[in-house]
């Protein structure tokens, strides 16, 4: 927490984050056009903001993309103002919703979250593509022969065989990448509407820095459900390689998740 508040205390810091919180997803050379100051000390202040975990990479090719990283936020926010000031500023956060002007969708990535685990590559893959591991922690099962081209579904634990979202395996580069799309099921042959999600798996001596990014999503309706369904899922996912078991309560059914 220290290093996320000293990151914070710089001004052109805060604007960086800004200007990702503007538009995620933007290269070294579209956040330089936007501050006047060289590649070099916006370069040095973006390794102070990627070592506090507010801003995480991902590369596409030629490209390193950057994103903000609400995690460290969020636990300020819960851990100093939430509980002393929460009925006050959630009335003046829906007064700002209602009087602000609906913002487009970037067709950049739109969520990126990032999670580290004590584990192997191999065991995070596992745990992501296991139709079982899946069922312990998702409360669906992650069914696909994980192919690139083949089909996968998100199938519910209930024993109905229902899919509550089917997609494409786009790339299968087991265990450190994984890419698919995700469709309701009756949207599946619309691929106009399908969102895609990319899982890296980095691994760093002990541990494993896992980085999924939710991206081409539909409207801020389905942003909020992801920002508040995937950390509760990764939270589960963590727990259970860690300990062995899930979180002992279902964490997206938390009051006020």
């Given at each position: 927490m220290d290093k996320v508040f000293k990151a914070l205390a710089d001004e052109t810091r805060r604007r960086l984050l800004d200007r990702l919180h503007e538009e995620n997803g933007q290269t070294l050379g579209e956040l330089c056009a936007r501050i006047a100051m060289t590649r070099q000390s916006v370069t040095q202040h973006l390794g102070v903001l990627e070592e506090a975990n507010l801003v995480s990479t991902v590369r596409r090719g030629r490209e390193k993309?950057?994103?903000?990283?609400?995690?460290?936020?969020?636990?300020?926010?819960?851990?100093?103002?939430?509980?002393?000031?929460?009925p006050r500023l959630s009335a003046l956060s829906a007064v700002k919703r209602q009087a602000e002007e609906a913002t487009t969708m970037s067709d950049k990535p739109t969520f990126v979250y990032v999670t580290y685990i004590r584990s192997t590559p191999e065991k995070v893959w596992d745990a992501l593509t296991d139709a079982e591991l899946t069922a312990a922690y998702w409360g669906h099962s992650n069914v696909s022969d994980w192919r690139r081209g083949s089909r996968w579904e998100h199938v519910?634990?209930?024993?109905?065989?229902?899919?509550?979202?089917?997609?494409?395996?786009?790339?299968?580069?087991?265990?450190?990448r994984?890419?698919?799309?995700?469709?309701?099921?009756?949207?599946?042959?619309?691929?106009?509407?399908?969102?895609?999600?990319?899982?890296?798996?980095?691994?760093?001596?002990?541990?494993?820095?896992?980085?999924?990014?939710?991206?081409?999503?539909?409207?801020?309706?389905?942003?909020?459900?992801?920002?508040?369904?995937?950390?509760?899922?990764?939270?589960?996912l963590k727990s259970l390689l860690e300990t062995g078991s899930p979180l002992p309560q279902e964490p997206w059914a938390v009051p006020g998740h």
């Open positions: 993309l950057h994103y903000l990283n609400p995690v460290p936020l969020h636990e300020i926010q819960e851990r100093w103002i939430d509980k002393f000031e929460r519910r634990t209930d024993g109905s065989g229902i899919a509550d979202v089917v997609g494409k395996v786009v790339e299968s580069e087991r265990p450190t994984l890419v698919t799309t995700w469709a309701a099921p009756e949207d599946e042959e619309r691929e106009d509407v399908h969102s895609r999600v990319t899982f890296d798996i980095r691994p760093h001596e002990d541990i494993v820095r896992l980085t999924v990014t939710h991206e081409d999503l539909k409207d801020e309706g389905e942003f909020a459900d992801v920002s508040g369904g995937w950390p509760a899922v990764l939270s589960n």
